[in-house]
């Protein structure tokens, strides 16, 4: 049975930094794609950065480019989002999501598609 928790979330101030973890069991193989997403209350769910497994290549969202880093440890099964120059806009209920097979166009796409997710971390940033 696939699992993703997520953890690493927590309250902030603004300019602060966050990293979230994520580890993922019940599946030996290498993931084609990960990724981090996330919901405020009131809007819909989008796409923060997404993961492709060869070569490791990342994308993100241009909120967060050059603030937030996206990582994975395939030894330790964990997949990582380094949050840095946090705003009060990046509030949301942080999700990881992992997909088993899918192209990296799919993957670059940081559509909210995939089909395991994890139950999501809160993340609050105050001005």
């Known amino acids: 049975q696939v699992q993703l928790v997520e953890s690493g979330g927590g309250s902030v101030q603004a300019g602060g930094s966050l990293r979230l973890s994520c580890v993922a069991s019940g599946y030996t193989y290498s993931w084609s794609c990960m990724g981090w997403f996330r919901q405020a209350p009131g809007k819909e769910r989008e796409g923060v950065a997404t993961i492709y497994t060869s070569p490791g290549r990342t994308y993100y969202a241009d909120s967060v480019k050059g603030r937030f880093t996206i990582s994975r440890d395939n030894a330790k099964n964990t997949l990582y989002l380094q949050m840095n120059s946090l705003k009060p806009e990046d509030t949301a209920v942080y999700y990881c999501?992992?997909?088993?097979?899918?192209?990296?166009?799919?993957?670059?796409?940081?559509?909210?598609?995939?089909?395991?997710w994890g139950q999501g971390t809160q993340v609050t940033v105050s001005s």
């Open positions: 999501a992992a997909e088993r097979v899918a192209s990296e166009g799919w993957c670059a796409g940081l559509r909210p598609t995939l089909y395991y």
